[in-house]
């Protein structure tokens, strides 16, 4: 199974899963900013702060799977 995603892909299935995660947290991030723009310009701090919460959180996210990605770059590229 391993061996067709990687033919399908190019990648295998755990790089595509980490690769994948990073691009949803990304672009879920981005779409954050726009939400807590829109938040502070109808004054709701509740939803802002919501809305921040959840963009850090993502953040740190991003963060354990960029260090788990260049782990395994350098892993793979010693072997």
């Known amino acids: 199974m391993e061996n067709q995603q990687q033919q399908q892909t190019g990648a295998a299935n755990l790089e595509y899963d980490l690769f994948s995660e990073m ?7 981005s779409a954050l ?3 807590i723009q829109d938040a502070k ?19 740190q996210s991003v963060e354990k ?11 793979d590229k010693a072997a």
């Open 41 to 59: 310009g109808v004054g709701d701090q509740e939803v802002e702060s919501c809305f921040q919460t959840l963009h850090e959180q993502n953040k």
């Open 23 to 29: 691009h949803a947290l990304l672009k879920g991030n």
């Open 33 to 35: 900013e726009q939400y």
């Open 65 to 75: 799977l960029r260090k788990l990605i260049e782990q395994r770059i350098i892993k």
